[in-house]
């Protein structure tokens, strides 16, 4: 890239001898150089002038741009689905699944926190971590299934970005309800 300093006479231009390019008005992108640079937030140029003169004069110097994230990833799953299965004679605070999720993001745009929908009350999440807890006796007699709905949002702001996966929780038969009889007392006639 080459551009005239001075556009009435050219006494100089400057070319970039870098393979990241960084042009005026020119937008930059967090995830253009990859990993290394979502993570540092900041890319180096360095930039050759030359003059226009006999014997032509080259400088050399470096220029530090710092990125600052914006909030444009949301949080993302490892699944769609999860399943889990608990025993119905688990204790409360029993722990059932962990699930967490990650965001390409930054800083407090990364930041992901946790909530939990459906279950009945049956079942809580840390909102931190993303582990799953019972909360409540469960009774596979009573219900089977539950069908949870796990939403990550990020700290993002003005605005926080937010996506969901599914938990279907299967409650595990445990013996214990004796047998019954269906008819109380039974009564019997013999004949001798």
């Given at each position: 890239?080459?551009?005239n300093i001075?556009?009435?006479?050219p006494?100089?231009s400057?070319?970039?001898?870098?393979?990241?390019k960084?042009s005026?008005?020119?937008?930059?992108?967090?995830?253009?150089?990859?990993?290394?640079?979502r993570?540092?937030g900041?890319?180096?140029?360095?930039?050759?002038?030359?003059?226009?003169?006999?014997?032509?004069?080259?400088?050399?110097?470096?220029?530090a741009v710092?990125v600052?994230?914006?909030?444009?990833?949301?949080p993302?799953?490892?699944?769609?689905m999860y399943?889990a299965t608990?025993?119905e004679?688990?204790?409360?605070?029993?722990?059932?699944l962990?699930?967490?999720?990650?965001?390409?993001?930054?800083?407090?745009n990364?930041?992901?926190?946790y909530r939990?929908?459906?279950?009945?009350?049956?079942?809580?999440?840390?909102?931190s971590?993303?582990?799953?807890?019972?909360?409540?006796?469960l009774?596979?007699?009573?219900?089977e299934?539950y069908?949870?709905?796990v939403?990550a949002?990020d700290?993002g702001?003005?605005k926080?970005?937010?996506?969901?996966t599914?938990?279907?929780v299967s409650?595990?038969?445990v013996?214990?309800n004796?047998p019954?009889f269906?008819?109380?007392?039974y009564?019997?006639?013999?004949?001798?």
């Amino acid at each position: 890239m080459s551009a005239n300093i001075n556009a009435k006479k050219p006494t100089h231009s400057y070319s970039n001898v870098s393979s990241r390019k960084v042009s005026p008005g020119q937008g930059c992108d967090r995830t253009d150089s990859g990993k290394a640079m979502r993570k540092a937030g900041f890319c180096h140029c360095f930039r050759s002038i030359c003059s226009a003169g006999s014997p032509a004069l080259t400088g050399t110097g470096t220029i530090a741009v710092t990125v600052d994230d914006v909030n444009d990833n949301v949080p993302t799953f490892a699944f769609n689905m999860y399943f889990a299965t608990v025993p119905e004679d688990a204790p409360t605070g029993t722990d059932i699944l962990l699930v967490n999720s990650s965001d390409a993001d930054a800083s407090t745009n990364a930041v992901i926190s946790y909530r939990l929908t459906g279950g009945n009350s049956q079942f809580t999440i840390n909102p931190s971590t993303g582990q799953i807890i019972t909360s409540a006796l469960l009774d596979r007699e009573a219900r089977e299934n539950y069908t949870l709905v796990v939403v990550a949002s990020d700290g993002g702001f003005p605005k926080a970005l937010s996506s969901s996966t599914s938990v279907l929780v299967s409650v595990a038969d445990v013996n214990d309800n004796p047998p019954k009889f269906q008819h109380h007392p039974y009564a019997h006639s013999c004949l001798l």
